[in-house]
């Protein structure tokens, strides 16, 4: 159950899963292994939200600037790190956008000067951002360690699913939605789809679910 203090925020996911349930490949895959027509409900999800989330690595991976083209009202852009192992090189410091909030330990290396970097727990920093800075939707794109983090000491709300059956990443240590494999989940969560749609030319399929209240489940 969700702190009392982030009741009203709401959180989603979005993430393409391999046909064998699998969000990259054990080497970390960069996106792009999915339609446009993928690509196009990412953005869209994007457009419902005050603020991204991501984790360090996928934003790497993906080279990710965390933003909506032509779009005049851009979210946050919310980074979660375990490590400082920032290089500044990355493309979201150097692309225009909604501010930058980064969430663990201090970069060693020079960030701009309007990136703000949050210590503390999970929680307080999602408080932070919807108390201080607004946010009433938080949107995550990955990873599943993060996914994990959100799902057990959180809650989320709405889970974005592209079921690509065009492709198998193999591999028993290729991660999940919820992160490594064998690590079980602490406990089940149960959700509700509200959306399939079969895009039978593109060999994939669009899902989401909600999740159900804890009287339903």
Partial sequence: MKPAALQQLTISANFAISADGK????????????????????????????????????????????????????????????????????????????AIHLWGPRPTTQLPADVTVHSGDLTSFLTHLHLEQGVAHLHCEGGGALMRMLIEEIGVDYIHLTWAA??????????????????????????????????????????????????AQ
């Fill in 23 to 98: 969000i990259s490949s054990l080497h970390q895959r960069p996106s792009g292994w999915t339609s446009r027509l993928d690509f196009a409900r990412l953005l869209d999800l994007r457009r419902q939200a005050d603020a991204i989330f991501v984790g360090r690595r996928t934003l790497v991976a993906d080279q990710m600037s965390l933003t909506i083209p032509d779009a005049t009202r851009q979210p946050l852009r919310c980074v979660a790190s375990a490590s400082a192992g920032f290089s500044g090189d990355e493309k979201i410091f150097h692309t225009p956008g909604g």
């Fill in 166 to 215: 065009h492709t198998l990443f193999g591999g028993k240590k290729s991660a999940t939605l919820t992160g490594r494999p064998e690590l079980p989940m602490l406990q089940s969560q149960h959700y509700e789809l509200t959306c399939f749609e079969p895009l039978i030319e593109h060999q994939e399929v669009f899902l989401s679910y909600r999740l159900k209240s804890a009287s």
